[in-house]
T-cell receptor
Framework: AQTVTQSQPEMSVQEAETVTLSCTYD???????LFWYKQPPSRQMILVIR??????QNATENRFSVNFQKAAKSFSLKISDSQLGDTAMYFC?????????????FGKGTLLTVNP | DSGVTQTPKHLITATGQRVTLRCSPR?????VYWYQQSLDQGLQFLIQ???????AKGNILERFSAQQFPDLHSELNLSSLELGDSALYFC???????????????FGEGSRLTVL
């Protein structure tokens, strides 16, 4: 079974600074998807960024980028120029691409607070 | 707006009761997932349906059941409720077709269940 570990329960950053959230995972599959989801106080789960394991290039979405290290099974999220609206719980998630089971397995989450 | 609709948004009930949570997936999405989010267990996968058929099962209790109807909406039935069932229940949908996985789940806003 796949597991996802987020070792930082809470983090804080000053507005306009850069912060990196860590995530490691365990799987025996060779191809899969990795995601970062954001859950603000509104509770809505919002996709931040997605990475396909067979792509070596790290995904980037505006101020959000990932550092995907497949051999190390590491998938960190970097948020540049942090904004107050980035305050949220961030979840790392894994989805296998083999067979018919495409469920997401989530880490426990990292609560990020952006301070003015 | 993810396009996934969940009702009700909030529900308060008593132990021993039964409730039904409803989910309408995004237009065109065939796959529906149910997740439970609680403080102690994090985001737990419950069950997945694809085009009316159960596709994957996670940590779903025997007191819980779900189904997906021909119009693709889904219902999660929770019975003999206990205090520990209090949680946020998310529905998500994806365009997973069995042949091509787009890799992204779209989440509803969740149904907050409080069992007193």
């Amino acid at each position: 079974a796949q597991t996802v570990t987020q070792s930082q329960p809470e983090m804080s950053v000053q507005e306009a600074e850069t912060v990196t959230l860590s995530c490691t995972y365990d799987t025996s599959e060779s191809n899969y998807y990795l995601f970062w989801y954001k859950q603000p106080p509104s509770r809505q789960m919002i996709l931040v960024i997605r990475q396909e394991a067979y792509k070596q290039q790290n995904a980037t979405e505006n101020r959000f980028s990932v550092n995907f290290q497949k051999a190390a099974k590491s998938f960190s999220l970097k948020i540049s120029d942090s904004q107050l609206g980035d305050t949220a719980m961030y979840f790392c998630a894994f989805m296998g691409s083999g067979g018919s089971n495409y469920k997401l397995t989530f880490g426990k989450g990292t609560l990020l607070t952006v301070n003015p | 707006d993810s396009g996934v609709t969940q009702t009700p948004k909030h529900l308060i009930t008593a132990t021993g009761q039964r409730v039904t949570l409803r989910c309408s997936p995004r237009s065109g999405d065939l796959s529906v997932y149910w997740y439970q989010q609680s403080l102690d267990q994090g985001l737990q996968f419950l069950i997945q349906y694809y085009n009316g058929e159960e596709r994957a099962k996670g940590n779903i209790l025997e007191r819980f059941s779900a189904q997906q109807f021909p119009d693709l909406h889904s219902e999660l039935n929770l019975s003999s409720l206990e205090l520990g069932d209090s949680a946020l229940y998310f529905c998500a949908s994806s365009a997973f077709s069995g042949q091509k996985n787009t890799g992204e789940l779209f989440f509803g806003e969740g149904s907050r269940l409080t069992v007193l």
